[in-house]
Nanobody
Framework: QVQLVESGGGSVQAGGSLRLSCVLF????????MAWFRQPPGKEREGVAV????????GYADSVKGRFTISKDNGKNTVHLQMNSLQPEDTAMYYC????????????????WGQGTQVTVSS
């Protein structure tokens, strides 16, 4: 059974950093793309960053460009999201997704989703 497990969320002050991790189980399962989405309180879910296999191409939401970096450890079937210069507006539940189904990567058409990890940024 394919499963995504996120970790690394927490509470930080504005300007701080956090590193989120997402492991895709089983290790033998290979996916085309893995992405991070977030859902702020009372708002819709939005795409944050995506990384795809092959050339390792990446994509970012405009709101996080220059602050967040997505990377992938293929050997461990893990994707990381390094978040720097965090701001209160980054507060959200962050979800990992895998197996991109088509459309724009921000559309949220992924086959597998994790349970989420909370990120809270205080001013």
């Amino acid at each position: 059974q394919v499963q995504l497990v996120e970790s690394g969320g927490g509470s930080v002050q504005a300007g701080g950093s956090l590193r989120l991790s997402c492991v895709l189980f089983p290790y033998s399962y290979k996916t085309n793309c893995m992405a991070w989405f977030r859902q702020p309180p009372g708002k819709e879910r939005e795409g944050v960053a995506v990384i795809c296999t092959g050339a390792g191409s990446t994509g970012y939401a405009d709101s996080v460009k220059g602050r967040f970096t997505i990377s992938k450890d293929n050997g461990k079937n893990t994707v990381h999201l390094q978040m720097n210069s965090l701001q209160p507006e980054d507060t959200a539940m962050y979800y990992c997704a895998a197996d991109f189904q088509g459309g724009l990567w921000t559309d949220g058409l992924y086959k597998y989703w994790g349970q989420g990890t909370q990120v809270t940024v205080s001013s």
